[in-house]
C-alpha cells in the first residue's frame, strides 16, 4: 500500500543551525502539508502547498520556515535557524484531492531535537 | 474558542470491551468533514474513519464507528471489542471552509489503554 514516507526519523541538531525535514509523499497525490506536534500537544497545521506554492500558512509558519518541492517527488521542510521551541515531531501529509473530505495520509514523523 | 473539543485526556478500557472516545466540534461552516487518527506510541498518524457533514447514516470501518450526533456537535468515536493493539493517543480532527486548503484542526487527543 502507498505511503508518505519521511527522513530522517530523529535529528539532533544544534540551536541556530539549519534542519531540512523530508518527504515523499504518494505519488499520485498533489496537496501536500506539514503539521507539527510538540511533545504531549496537539497536532498544529503548518503550511499546505499545491501546484508549486504555498496555498495556506499558519502563524507557526515564519520567516525561519520555507517548503520546497524540488524535484517533483520530495517535498522539504527547511527550517533556517534552529530554536529550542521548534523541538517537535514533525509530519508530512498528502491527500489526492481537494475537499473536506479527502482524508490526508500522514508520514510517520521526523523527530527534531534541538539542543 | 476550541473548534475541536476532546474531555478524556485518558481513557482505559478492558480487553474485548467496547469504548466511546468523546469529540464535540465547533464550526458554523454546513460543509465539513470529521476525522479520526490514531497514533501509537511509535509516533505516526494512522488514518481511522470519516465522517462528512452531510452524510445520513454514521461510518463504520471495521471495529470502529463514528456516533455522529449533528444537532449536538458530536463525533464520538467508537471501538468495539478492544484489542491490546489499540492501546494508543486518537485525536479527532476537522476540515471546514472554503478557501482554508482543507487544512485538518485537531483535538488534543485522548489516551486509550486496553487493560488484558
Known amino acids: 500500500e502507498p505511503e508518505v514516507t519521511q527522513t530522517p526519523s530523529h535529528q539532533v541538531t544544534q540551536m541556530g543551525q539549519e534542519v531540512i525535514l523530508r518527504c515523499v509523499p504518494i505519488?499520485?497525490?498533489?496537496?501536500f502539508y506539514w503539521y507539527r506536534q510538540i511533545l504531549g500537544q496537539k497536532v498544529e497545521f503548518l503550511v499546505s502547498?499545491?501546484?508549486?506554492?504555498?496555498?495556506?500558512k499558519s502563524e507557526i509558519f515564519d520567516d525561519q520556515f520555507s517548503v520546497e518541492r524540488p524535484d517533483g517527488s520530495n517535498f522539504t521542510l527547511k527550517i533556517r535557524s534552529t530554536k529550542l521551541e521548534d523541538s517537535a515531531m514533525y509530519f508530512c501529509?498528502?491527500?489526492?484531492?481537494?475537499?473536506?473530505?479527502?482524508?490526508?495520509?500522514f508520514g510517520q514523523g521526523t523527530r527534531l531535537t534541538v539542543v | 474558542a476550541q473548534k475541536i473539543t476532546q474531555t478524556q485526556p485518558g481513557m482505559f478500557v478492558q480487553e474485548k470491551e467496547a469504548v466511546t472516545l468523546d469529540c464535540t466540534y465547533d464550526t458554523s461552516d454546513p460543509s465539513y468533514g470529521l476525522f479520526w487518527y490514531k497514533q501509537p506510541s511509535s509516533g505516526e498518524m494512522i488514518f481511522l474513519i470519516y465522517q462528512g457533514s452531510y452524510d445520513q447514516q454514521n461510518a463504520t470501518e471495521g471495529r470502529y464507528s463514528l456516533n455522529f450526533q449533528k444537532a449536538r456537535k458530536s463525533a464520538n468515536l467508537v471501538i468495539s471489542a478492544s484489542q491490546l493493539g489499540d492501546s494508543a493517543m486518537y485525536f479527532c480532527a476537522m476540515r471546514e471552509g472554503e478557501g482554508s486548503n482543507y487544512k485538518l484542526t485537531f483535538g488534543k487527543g485522548t489516551l486509550l489503554t486496553v487493560n488484558p
Open positions: 502547498f499545491y501546484n508549486n506554492e504555498i496555498s495556506e
Open positions: 501529509a498528502s491527500s489526492k484531492e481537494q475537499g473536506k473530505n479527502t482524508e490526508a495520509f
Open positions: 505519488s499520485n497525490h498533489l496537496y
